[in-house]
């Protein structure tokens, strides 16, 4: 079973805390025959904003037993780091774990060392001052979350959620990500590259419209969907719903498609025995090689490897 292990603080802030907690510390029974070996790990008396005092059974030394391990938003983005926290994270990055950082939490990461010459995100309110204290670190304001591998960082609150699913994705994957996300009442994939700001408003009656544009073209993969089709179907412009499209999701109509597409083949990778080739054209992106291609950019691995690792048995065609 893999191990996952919850970092808490004095004075971590109650939600980002919770965010973990919700998503790998219960058993998902008909979700996956094996979950997470949860361990929350506190120093003894520790308590968060709200006044709370977590019942941990570990303390932060067993973060370096991890297979993953999570830290939470940080109490202060002002003031050093705890430097037992700073050295149980470095110590469980140097034994091969998985470090994921929810919102501020990037900060105890930054300390660690554990983000120098990569790409890492923040709150946008703290990305500047993330920057400004760790040069080395590529900090980027603008995405929900980053997977750089074995180092992943969120930007702030609901953010958190978004990447705790992209693990559960990963580690069991899309079905049960969606059937864990409907569980919380949560889209089942936001992209790790949506804007997590946006500075404009959105009219009410451009966001009402947006939707039923989207169910429309969710039922339509296989077909070629373009931004002129898109805008016909919402009788407006193609710069129109260009505008429209930023401003309520921060990507591009195109961007969201091929998203949505990779993600229908994961499903269909996992839960059925189509060729490949049949799995390109039910999702839209053409040819085997055309879905190697993006499935393997936007997954990291190719389609027949994926299949093998989250498909049941005799679901192993090429």
């Not at 510390?25 to 790990?41: I, K, M, N, V």
């Not at 990461?109 to 990305?127: E, I, K, S, V």
Request: with cysteine; glycine share 8%.
């Amino acid at each position: 079973m893999h191990t996952l292990a919850v970092a808490v603080t004095e004075g971590v802030p109650i939600f980002e805390l919770a965010i973990p907690c919700e998503v790998f510390g219960y058993e998902r029974p008909g979700l996956a025959d094996s979950w997470y070996d949860f361990r929350l790990c506190a120093a003894p008396g520790t308590r968060t904003t709200a006044g709370f005092a977590p019942q941990a059974e570990y303390g932060l030394d067993a973060l370096a037993e991890a297979d993953t391990v999570v830290v939470p938003a940080c109490a202060s983005v002002v003031d050093e780091q705890p430097p037992d926290l700073v050295d149980a994270v470095r110590a469980a990055h140097g034994n091969g774990a998985r470090i994921v950082s929810l919102c501020t939490g990037a900060f105890v990461l930054a300390a660690a060392g554990l983000l120098d010459g990569r790409p890492a995100t923040t709150h946008w309110m703290h990305a500047g001052q993330l920057a400004a204290r760790y040069p080395e670190v590529l900090v980027d304001a603008s995405v929900l979350y980053i997977d750089d591998g074995d180092v992943l960082t969120s930007a702030g609150t609901a953010a958190g959620l978004d990447l705790c699913l992209h693990v559960v994705r990963n580690d069991h994957g899309a079905a049960v990500a969606s059937a864990l996300a409907k569980r919380l009442v949560m889209p089942a994939h936001r992209p790790g590259g949506q804007a997590q700001y946006i500075d404009a408003a959105v009219p009410l009656a451009d966001a009402d419209e947006l939707g039923p544009l989207l169910d429309w073209a969710r039922g339509r993969l296989h077909e070629p969907l373009t931004v002129a089709a898109l805008a016909s179907r919402a009788n407006v412009t193609t710069r129109t719903l260009i505008r429209r499209f930023h401003a309520a999701t921060g990507t591009t109509p195109m961007a969201w498609l091929r998203g949505i597409r990779i993600d229908h083949a994961r499903e269909l990778l996992e839960t059925t025995s189509l060729p490949v080739g049949e799995i390109a054209e039910r999702s839209g992106l053409g040819s085997p090689a055309n879905l190697r291609h993006h499935f393997t950019r936007a997954v990291g691995v190719p389609p027949t490897a994926y299949r093998r690792a989250f498909a049941p048995d005799g679901a192993t065609r090429s």
